[in-house]
């Protein structure tokens, strides 16, 4: 069981109460939010300084390679997150077992376009196996998607692969014609090349969408 003395949340959790569940296209059954997640003992929050003894870090394993990620290279990250101010990382916690078992992030961008505008990015989407069936995974997109426009994004933009687009079209995110490349250069391999991966609404590995609010974006993506 993890008992600290202090915790320190990324972000405001009182962010979190505000958001209007009914403003969003999906369909629950039975009807869920941030504030009511279904389970007594299920809690929607912001990632907090302690979730390292929760195995958060051990959830997004589920989703693509962690590393060996150390206690201080985790609070050195929450920190860095912390004090800039564009990070968002909300988790859903079992409490009966004080363990992480939903997440996701959202990044903001700062624009000189659209009157110096922020433009909110989806990534990082993850359910803890054992836990799919009580509507997390679309508990958590909603979330954060409600969250984007509360904080005055203009839209969320995110890369998924094929598979997960009806899921994400069930929550309102659409393929936009015309513009569902994804195109990626990594610096993580021996020699890193241009990857270029292209897409239409039915075929190819990779997807990008641009969403106003109700147009959304697809998460569960590397």
């Known amino acids: 069981m993890v008992q600290h003395m202090q915790e320190t ?16 296209p999906a369909n629950f059954k039975p009807f869920i939010s941030a ?25 997004l394993s589920q989703l693509t390679a962690v590393g060996n990620v150390t206690r201080t290279q985790f609070l050195t990250r929450f920190s860095q997150m912390k004090a800039s101010g564009d990070y968002f990382v909300t988790v859903i916690e079992d409490t009966r077992k004080n363990e992480i078992i939903g997440a996701a992030s959202l990044v903001l961008e700062r624009k000189f376009i659209h009157n110096c505008a922020m433009r909110a ?5 993850v359910v803890n196996d054992t836990y799919r069936g009580k509507q997390l995974g679309k508990l958590i997109v909603v979330t954060v998607s409600l969250l984007a426009e509360h904080l005055g994004c203009y839209k969320m933009t995110l890369d998924c692969k094929d598979k997960l687009i009806k899921f994400y079209e069930s929550l309102g995110y659409v393929l936009i014609p015309g513009n569902s490349n994804s195109m990626t250069i990594r610096y993580d391999e021996a020699a890193p090349t241009l990857k270029r991966n292209t897409t239409s609404a039915g ?3 990779a997807c990008q969408t641009n969403s106003q609010f109700y147009t ?3 998460p569960f993506c590397y």
């Open 35 to 59: 504030a009511n997640p279904g389970e007594p003992w299920m809690k929607v929050r912001p990632l907090k300084d302690t979730d390292y003894d929760r195995g958060f870090l051990q959830l």
């Open 9 to 24: 949340f990324l972000y405001d959790p009182s962010l979190l109460v505000q958001l209007d569940f009914h403003r969003s």
């Open 203 to 205: 075929a190819g590995d």
């Open 216 to 218: 959304f974006f697809s």
């Open 121 to 125: 990015r989806l990534e990082d989407v």
